[in-house]
C-alpha cells in the first residue's frame, strides 16, 4: 500500500527525548516500510526515517521556538490533505482534532487516531460537526465521552520487542518518568516515597510553560528519599525502569495510557497506579501491578510488589504491546478503508454513467418527438 503518516511538527521523529506520540509514529512508519510498504512521512526536517520524509519545516517547532507554529503547520495540512493526497491509497492522521476540516474534503481516505483526553466539554461540538469521520482509539475508556463517534477501532500503543530488556532483580527505588506539570502528580509520587520511605528516582522533562509549577514544588526535591534526574533518553530508561522497584503512576484524572506504563512492563517492572481512566486497560491488577482508588491504598500496595512475577509483566507486554501487533492492527483498518472508498468510487462512477446515459436517451427521444 501506499501509505502517508502525518505526524504533529513539535518534535521530531522519533523525538530525541521525551514525546509519545513522536515516537509511536515513528515505530509505526518503520515497521510498515519493513514490511514493504510505499509509506512517506509528513514530519519536521530532523526526523530519521527509512521512508520517504516530506518535511514541513527545517527541524521541530520545541527546538526552534523562533519559529511561528502556525506557519508550518497550514504548510503541513495543505501538502498532506491537498497537495499530495492523490499520491496514497490511505492518509493517517496523527494530529488529531487539527485536520478534521480538510480531512472531510480531501479524496483520499483519512484515518484518524486520537492520543488525547476526550472528556473536554468543549470537545463535544466538533465531534457532532464531524461524526463521519473514521477514529481509532487508543483505549476503550477514552471513548466514553464521545461514544457516538465513527470509532473503528481502539488500537493500543506498540513498542518495538528489542527496545527494552528484561531485568530479573527486584530493584530498590520507585521510579517516576514523564513530564513534570500539574496534572502529572509528581507530588504524591513524592509523598508516597516518604510514607513507605522508600528512595524514589524521579526522571522528568520540564516545558517551559510549567516552570512556574516546577519553582514552586522545588522544595520537595530537597527530601533525602527523593532524586530528580531530568530529562532521560530511550537508551537511558532501560535501566532506570528495569533496576526500579515498581513504577509509581499517580495520575488521579481519566487521560489515555501513557507509553510509560507500557515501557515499564516490557522492562519486567510492575506499575503502582490509581485505577483512573485507561489504566486498568494497561495494568492487570495482582498481576503486572496494583490498582488503587486513594494514595492510603497505595502506600499498602508498595509492600506487596515483591509477589509480582517480573516475568509475568515482560510477557504481558509481548502479548498485547508490541509494535508488530500495533501494526497488523492498523493495516487491517488501513485496506478496510481504502477498499471501501473504491467501491464508493466504482458506484460514484456507475452512477455518472446511468445519469449520462439516461441524460442522452431523453435527448434522443426529445428529438424525435421533435422531429414527428
Not at 509528513?42 to 518535511?55: E, H, K, P, Y
Not at 466539554?121 to 466538533?126: A, D, H, K, Q, S
Not at 509477589?307 to 509483566?313: E, P, Q, S, Y
Request: aromatic fraction near 8%; charge should be negative.
Amino acid at each position: 500500500m501506499k501509505i502517508a503518516q502525518v505526524a504533529p511538527l513539535w518534535e521530531s521523529i522519533p523525538p530525541h527525548r521525551y514525546g509519545g506520540t513522536e515516537r509511536i509514529v515513528s515505530y509505526l512508519t518503520e515497521e510498515l516500510v519493513s514490511l514493504g510498504h510505499d509509506v512517506t512521512l509528513f514530519a519536521a526536517g530532523n526526523s530519521v526515517t527509512s521512508s520517504t520524509l516530506r518535511a514541513i519545516c527545517p527541524s521541530s517547532l520545541r527546538s526552534t521556538p523562533q519559529m511561528f507554529p502556525d506557519a508550518s503547520f497550514s504548510l503541513l495540512l495543505e501538502r498532506a490533505f491537498g497537495t499530495y493526497a492523490e499520491d496514497f491509497d490511505l492518509i493517517h492522521s496523527h494530529l488529531d482534532l487539527l485536520g478534521f476540516p480538510l480531512t472531510r474534503r480531501c479524496r483520499t481516505p483519512v484515518l484518524t487516531t486520537l492520543y488525547g483526553r476526550l472528556d473536554l466539554p468543549e470537545l463535544i461540538p466538533v465531534f457532532e460537526q464531524f461524526p463521519e469521520l473514521p477514529l481509532v482509539s487508543v483505549s476503550d475508556a477514552q471513548r466514553c465521552s464521545i461514544p457516538g463517534a465513527n470509532w473503528q477501532d481502539t488500537i493500543y500503543p506498540g513498542l518495538p520487542q528489542n527496545l527494552y530488556s528484561m531485568h530479573l532483580n527486584l530493584g530498590r527505588y520507585l521510579a517516576f518518568l514523564g513530564r513534570i506539570s500539574p496534572n502529572r502528580d509528581v507530588e504524591q509520587a513524592i509523598e508516597l516515597a516518604k510514607r513507605t520511605d522508600m528512595p524514589i528516582r524521579i526522571a522528568a522533562r520540564v516545558d517551559p510553560a510549567d516552570q512556574h509549577y516546577f519553582e514552586h514544588i522545588a522544595p520537595l526535591f530537597e527530601h533525602p528519599l527523593v532524586e530528580y534526574v531530568g530529562e532521560i533518553t530511550d537508551g537511558e530508561k532501560d535501566d532506570f525502569l528495569g533496576e526500579a522497584y515498581a513504577l509509581i503512576c499517580p495520575v488521579d484524572r481519566p487521560e489515555p495510557p501513557g507509553l510509560v506504563l507500557i515501557e515499564a512492563l516490557a522492562c519486567g517492572t510492575p506499575v503502582l497506579a490509581y485505577r483512573r481512566g485507561d489504566i486498568s486497560e494497561i495494568v492487570d491488577h495482582g498481576s503486572t501491578g496494583y490498582l488503587s482508588d486513594t494514595l492510603e491504598e497505595m502506600v499498602h500496595t508498595v509492600a506487596w510488589v515483591p509477589n509480582l512475577d517480573r516475568h509475568r509483566c515482560r510477557a504481558a507486554f509481548e502479548k498485547r504491546f508490541t509494535v508488530e501487533r500495533m501494526v497488523q492492527d492498523y493495516l487491517l483498518l488501513y485496506r478496510r478503508l481504502a477498499h471501501k472508498e473504491k467501491d464508493q468510487s466504482v458506484e460514484r462512477e456507475a452512477y455518472r454513467i446511468m445519469q449520462q446515459f439516461s441524460h442522452s436517451v431523453t435527448t434522443d427521444d426529445t428529438r424525435i418527438e421533435e422531429a414527428a
